[in-house]
């Protein structure tokens, strides 16, 4: 696992992709902490992350990183040195996760010294508070760790990265505007059960993707959408308002941007929240690579 | 020692390998023999672990690959069609790569790298990046990747592949070396090839086995008749009756008579040996035999007859070569073919001069050219009537 890992590391870092990527996020937020918290004087180093602004070079770059992972090794067939070495493809996949979380651990810990930079100086409006500025860098590394996880999923999927790449910004987008997305839906039940059920139908999709089995995506949409129905007759109410509450939890940035980083405060809620995301995504990259020998 | 039990890979709709069990003993060199498309890269993607099969199971070692991945695995070393070289690497840091993820013992690493630099003779170009190499020197980095940690099995495919015939011979010589000490399993369509290092073959057609034996077995079981060629001194009216009196013989020709001497050519069973009763029918009317010739089937005829459509039906033709008998005419058609390129001698970069059998090795069946050019005609009909396998077999 640990050759996995440095075979990786070392592939970010032999090239010059691995550097542009950390220079292009260290410019941004280094622009926007140079902005706000320089230029503007305020000491809320946590304010300058969170602008929802400088997110936008998260949701571009996190897909570049992550594209290669498995897309390449599939187009190069390395996939086939990888599947035939004595490792479990759990570990190979961690080793890559891993490595990508190393790449993007490296710029984060440079912006980590922002806030004892901007401390040599009191800013217009105060000094800076190293507690709630470390915990706004902490809970960023953590939703990075997700979008990664999202991200080498989608490279797992295909075979070719720019695919993999427009999938995972696609993704990120999507739940960027999740929380817009979900107010447009109205509350009654009947829309909840209606759009269950096309999620189901997706998810069919999806399964037919991974196991190219009709049958197998006909009993997960089948059977999904029947429960929901047999819930919708006994427990109507329960609809009331589910799918857009649903769709908010997967608001991936809202947690971050309107959570306890934004109020300063430590939440282990939201920490659990990004650590389950990020392990369903590597389960799933586990499972979507697995499938790959049974197609 | 590999099991492969009842093995069948399904994608989609499509079979691509049925119902395939074959076992492969120690410390031998297996022939994987099939046209394109046979199933030849699927079964050994299978046997590897990089493809799991629709049904059946592979044991290595006793270990299932699919229940026991890691110990199964660690016994193979595996070099895909594609050989799987990262091109931004040097081949020393590749295969350090490769050497730490088999777990090979940290101490171990460098002399293992060295060791198989060494050997697969890639050491001068250890520290040029693998995208600078040429095809040759990729292929040898495949194959030092597959030697890495001294693996008891080396399953190459297509391990000379789109080589030139330099290099060819090289990768040739490399796999007579390692299959000193290990069990080697090689798939390729060429067949000379194979018929050059490998002890056993096994044959796959359309994704099913058609033949799993020795060299010579398989050989001896297909063939139909042997055809000898004989040089007495005597007059034609003598050797015809010698010849008729002869028990076993199937048809004779008396091909040419040059003064003292006649030619002529027999045709027997190839359950029969008639060498001796030959040369001593003769000497018991006193006539000295001054030559005498036996053409068996080379690798390739037996490879057509197994695996053109009119065969494969019958997963143990192997076993019963009588079956076959409208093949029996092309036997002979198809050999004259291979003498025809040998005869032509130029050994240019064509896979068909290669099938030609230009060099006969110690694994070869001891063919000898006895006719040739003569009949060319012949071989161009059956060139046309050759198929998938045109290119492969010298198609002109």
């Given at each position: ?15 010059i ?16 902490v140079?902005?706000s918290?320089?230029y ?26 992550t ?61 800076i508070?190293?507690a ?17 996880a ?43 059960l ?37 819930m ?28 306890a ?35 | ?70 110990e ?18 040097t ?18 690493i ?62 040739r ?10 069990t ?11 018929q ?31 055809t ?145 050019a ?8 059956k060139?046309s ?12």
């Amino acid at each position: 696992m640990l050759a996995v890992y440095k075979r990786e590391i070392k592939s970010y870092l032999t090239g010059i992709t691995g550097y542009v990527m950390m220079a292009v996020i260290l410019a941004f937020v280094g622009f926007f902490v140079t902005f706000s918290n320089v230029y503007g004087g305020s000491p809320k180093f946590n304010y300058s992350l969170i602008t929802s602004v400088s997110f936008f070079v998260f949701l571009i770059i996190i897909p570049f990183i992550t594209m290669r992972s498995f897309a390449e090794e599939r187009r190069s067939k390395t996939e086939q040195l990888l599947l035939s070495l004595p490792i479990t493809t759990h570990r190979i996949v961690l080793a890559k996760y891993f490595a990508m979380l190393t790449l993007i651990a490296i710029p984060t810990l440079i912006i980590g010294l922002y806030p004892l930079i901007l401390s040599l100086s009191s800013g217009a409006e105060g000094v800076i508070n190293f507690a709630v500025s470390y915990n706004s860098l902490f809970m960023l590394f953590l939703l990075l760790a997700v979008m990664t996880a999202i991200g080498m999923f989608a490279s797992s999927l295909v075979e070719n990265q720019i695919v993999a790449a427009l999938i995972a910004a696609g993704a990120f987008f999507l739940m960027f505007f999740m929380s817009m997305i979900s107010s447009m839906f109205p509350s009654d039940p009947i829309v909840s059960l209606i759009a269950l059920v096309v999620c189901a139908a997706a998810l069919g999709a999806v399964v037919y993707g991974m196991t190219r089995s009709s049958t197998a995506a006909c009993v997960v949409t089948g059977g999904l959408s029947l429960i929901l129905f047999v819930m919708y007759f006994v427990d109507t109410a329960m609809f009331w308002g589910l799918f857009p509450s649903l769709l908010s939890s997967v608001a991936l940035f809202d947690v971050y941007m309107n959570g306890a980083s934004l109020l300063g405060v430590f939440d282990i809620g939201e920490i659990i929240y990004y650590l389950t995301f990020a392990a369903v995504f590597v389960f799933m990259t586990v499972e979507s690579v697995e499938r790959r020998r049974y197609n | 020692m590999i099991e492969v039990r009842h093995l069948t890979k399904k994608y989609g709709k499509h079979t691509a390998v049925e119902d395939i069990s074959f076992t492969v003993e120690p410390g031998k060199i297996y022939g994987f023999l099939g046209p394109n498309g046979a199933g030849k890269s699927t079964t050994m993607n299978i046997i590897t672990g990089c493809l799991a099969p629709t049904e059946g199971e592979v044991l290595i070692d006793g270990h299932s690959v699919l229940d026991e991945p890691i110990e199964a695995k660690r016994a193979v070393g595996y070099l895909p069609e594609v050989p799987p070289l990262y091109p931004e690497m040097t081949p020393e840091e590749y295969l350090r790569f490769v050497a730490e993820a088999k777990g090979v013992r940290r101490d171990m690493i460098a002399e293992e790298v060295e060791g198989v630099m060494a050997s697969t003779g890639i050491t001068d170009m250890r520290r040029r990046l693998i995208r600078s190499l040429s095809k040759g020197y990729k292929q040898r980095v495949g194959i030092a990747q597959a030697m890495i940690g001294d693996p008891d099995i080396v399953i190459l495919d297509e391990p000379t592949e789109g080589l030139d015939p330099q290099q060819r011979a090289e990768i040739r010589d490399l796999i007579g070396t390692l299959g000193k000490d290990r069990t080697v399993i090689l798939s390729s369509h060429v067949l000379s090839e194979v018929q050059e290092i490998c002890e056993n073959i096994i044959v796959i057609s359309h994704g099913k086995l058609v033949a799993d034996d020795t060299v010579e077995n398989i050989s001896r079981s297909l063939r139909q008749d042997i055809t000898m060629t004989l040089t007495v001194m005597a007059t034609p009216e003598e050797v015809e009756s010698v010849i008729s009196g002869i028990e076993g013989v199937k048809s004779f020709s008396i091909v040419s008579t040059n003064g003292s001497e006649t030619s002529a050519k027999i045709k027997y069973g190839s359950e029969l040996d008639l060498r001796e009763t030959v040369t001593f029918a003769f000497s018991d009317i006193r006539r000295a035999v001054v030559s005498m010739g036996i053409e068996e089937e080379s690798l390739e005829d037996i490879f057509l007859k197994l695996t053109s459509d009119g065969a494969d039906a019958s997963p143990d033709g192997a076993g019963t070569g009588g079956e076959d008998a409208e093949d029996a005419e092309d036997t002979e058609d198809a050999e004259d073919e291979e003498y025809d390129e040998d005869e032509d001698g130029d050994l240019k970069y064509d896979p068909a001069d290669y099938i030609g059998g230009t060099d006969s090795g110690p694994g070869g069946t001891g063919t000898e050219d006895t006719e040739g050019a003569e009949e060319i005609g012949k071989t161009e009909e059956k060139n046309s009537d050759g198929g998938d396998y045109k290119p492969l077999f010298g198609g002109k």
